[in-house]
């Protein structure tokens, strides 16, 4: 018999993948520090990966996950006009990614008491959507994220600790992934409305419990890097794998698998 057809996700909220499974043509693995991180998947692949349940339990399966468009454009290049700069200028390429390429932007506050950052406008509709960023800390700790449009629509990181902030009351759910070396993935939940809103990417000095991140730079020191930007429709719940965009918005076709037997 064969069944075809889309599978539940086995392994969601995954953080690393730990292993391969190659259906044919080349095989492509990004390496760090000895560990698989990232992978490349065509019609040729398919993820195999594993997270920890409530219970501590290793639970391992195909990382099989339904269609998302990113609709952030630039999602890697907060150097690019696309995004709005806010007293701060962008120091590209001065941190690892999840690949562990240098390759996530440095937000570098001036010298004035201010928010500093950067924001980019997208037009949503009346739905759940999922915002996060790959981020580390420079010489301040925290991460901002917002959606300016909402009264408020925002949540605070540390990215020093891991943790959770202070997050506003349009803020559904706000959780924060380790992914190693420094590097956490900031994730925020909220609703939209059918109108165009500024998302905002902000470095803070502290857990501030206000829609205010602002402090002083220096207008030399990177304060924060952040890169793999991705804001999307929730769907699942949770935030999917990266999707690149350049120009345009980018989607990725939803994961399907054929059973034989």
Same mark, same amino acid.
């Given at each position: ?38 992978? %490349? ?9 594993? %997270?920890?349940?409530?219970? !501590? ?9 339904? *269609? ?18 806010? /007293? ?5 390429? *001065?941190?690892? +990614? ?5 390759? *996530? ?21 009346? @739905? +759940? ?56 993935? =900031?994730?925020?939940?909220?609703? !939209?409305?059918? /109108? ?29 890097? @952040? !890169?793999?930007?991705? =804001?999307?429709? *929730? ?16 989607? %990725? ?9």
């Amino acid at each position: 018999h064969r069944m075809i057809g889309t599978c539940p996700l086995v392994a969601k909220g995954t953080i690393e993948p730990s292993a391969h499974v190659r259906t044919g043509g080349a095989l492509n693995e990004v390496l760090h520090n000895g560990n698989s991180r990232y992978q %490349r998947v065509d019609t040729d692949w398919i993820r195999v990966a594993q %997270r920890k349940d409530s219970a !501590g339990n290793t639970v391992a399966g195909a990382l099989l996950e339904p *269609s998302a468009t990113n609709i952030l454009k630039r999602s890697s290049d907060l150097n690019n006009a696309t995004w709005s700069k806010v /007293a701060a200028t962008i120091s590209a390429d *001065s941190a690892e +990614d999840p690949l562990g390429v240098t390759q *996530s932007d440095g937000i570098i506050g001036t010298a004035v008491d201010t928010q500093h950052g950067v924001t980019q406008a997208v037009t949503l509709t009346a @739905a +759940d959507y999922i915002f996060s960023v790959f981020a580390s800390a420079g010489d301040q700790s925290w991460i901002y994220l917002s959606d300016q449009t909402l009264a408020n629509g925002w949540a605070y990181f540390n990215l020093t600790t891991g943790a959770v902030g202070n997050t506003g009351a349009d803020c559904i759910n706000a959780w924060i992934e380790d992914w190693g070396t420094g590097l956490y993935r =900031c994730i925020m939940k909220f609703t !939209g409305t059918v /109108a165009s809103h500024t998302l905002a990417i902000y470095a803070s000095d502290q857990d501030d419990n206000a829609k205010d991140p602002a402090f002083t730079g220096d207008a030399a020191t990177v304060n924060i890097s @952040a !890169g793999r930007i991705q =804001c999307e429709l *929730s769907t699942t719940g949770y935030a999917t794998s990266f999707i690149f965009t350049g120009s345009a918005t980018a989607t %990725r076709n939803a994961d399907t698998a054929l059973r034989y037997k």
